[in-house]
């Protein structure tokens, strides 16, 4: 497992090419923020932050780790918001 798309597909039971339809407003956060359903989801690299917004105007989370052990051997963490 090298990158946090195949991470969050791996924990979602999905193939990693599949997020793709659900990128939340690519590009207007500091990485990656996909929807299922009405939660929110992202994967970030041990020591990373959770992602933000790039403008001061647009949606912040209340990001909460979800734990997953197979992921966190990989160094990733998992992180749910629900609006």
Aim: hydrophobic fraction near 25%; proline fraction near 5%.
């Amino acid at each position: 497992m090298k990158t946090s798309k195949e991470a969050l597909a791996t924990h979602l039971g999905w193939d990693y090419k599949d997020l793709a339809d659900y990128n939340y407003q690519p590009g207007r956060f500091t990485s990656s923020v996909y929807t299922v359903g009405s939660d929110y989801y992202c994967c970030v690299k041990s020591g990373q932050s959770v992602p933000q917004p790039k403008s001061k105007n647009r949606d912040h989370f209340k990001w909460v780790e979800i734990a997953d052990n197979y992921c966190n051997k990989y160094g990733f963490r998992i992180y749910k918001a629900t609006p």
